[in-house]
Nanobody, 122 residues
Framework: QVQLIESGGGLAQAGGSLRLSCAASGRTFSTYYMGWFRQAPGKEREFVATISKDGAGTYYADSVKGRFTISRDNAKNTVYLQMNSLKPEDTAVYYC???????????????WGQGTQVTVSS
């Protein structure tokens, strides 16, 4: 099992940037595919980005492609989401997830963090 704790959320202006971090503890971090998801008020949770176990492969939702970058540091047991050119529609609670199967296929995770709020003002 793995425990996930997100940080780095907050308030940003449209066009600004935020960097989310997700620290993992428990079972070996490098054995998990990692991903970011988000849920806006009144909407279902949606996939944002995922990264392979070794960090070599990444995949993004069309809505964030070219603006967000997912990365990981297996030595630090941490996955990141760099968010640039933020838009008001990026406002949501962002969740970090760990999965034993590739999220590019499953679009879900086996373990979840508690979430961090991101609010983008226009």
């Amino acid at each position: 099992q793995v425990q996930l704790i997100e940080s780095g959320g907050g308030l940003a202006q449209a066009g600004g940037s935020l960097r989310l971090s997700c620290a993992a503890s428990g079972r070996t971090f490098s054995t998990y595919y990692m991903g970011w998801f988000r849920q806006a008020p009144g909407k279902e949770r949606e996939f944002v980005a995922t990264i392979s176990k070794d960090g070599a492969g990444t995949y993004y939702a069309d809505s964030v492609k070219g603006r967000f970058t997912i990365s990981r540091d297996n030595a630090k047991n941490t996955v990141y989401l760099q968010m640039n050119s933020l838009k008001p529609e990026d406002t949501a609670v962002y969740y970090c997830a760990a999965g034993l199967r590739a999220m590019i296929i499953t679009r879900t995770g086996d373990y979840w963090g508690q979430g961090t709020q991101v609010t983008v003002s226009s």
